[in-house]
């Protein structure tokens, strides 16, 4: 998922989508351990999702916070 595409979505939404990404993560490294996993390059992929989207959150936080500060 691109930066561009989480930047686009509310706050409620990429919450939603980081708790779908971690969970993923948490199988991903269960089937890692249980041999079943064939593309090993999916964990980084989701890894950097969950990153993007705790950037962007924290993006939207400060913004929120720095508005409310101005008022």
């Known amino acids: 998922m691109k930066a561009a595409e989480i930047r686009k979505m509310s ?3 990429i919450e939603k989508d980081l708790n779908d990404a971690r969970h993923e993560l948490l199988n991903l490294r269960f089937q890692t351990i249980t041999g079943q996993l064939t ?3 999916r964990i980084r992929v989701i ?3 969950i ?3 705790e950037t ?3 993006e939207k936080e400060l913004a ?3 508005e409310e500060s101005e008022a």
Do not use: G, H, P, Y
């Open 51 to 53: 990153a993007r989207m």
């Open 56 to 58: 962007i959150l924290r």
């Open 39 to 41: 593309d090993t390059s």
């Open 47 to 49: 890894r950097r999702d």
């Open 64 to 66: 929120e916070a720095a």
């Open 11 to 13: 706050v409620a939404e």
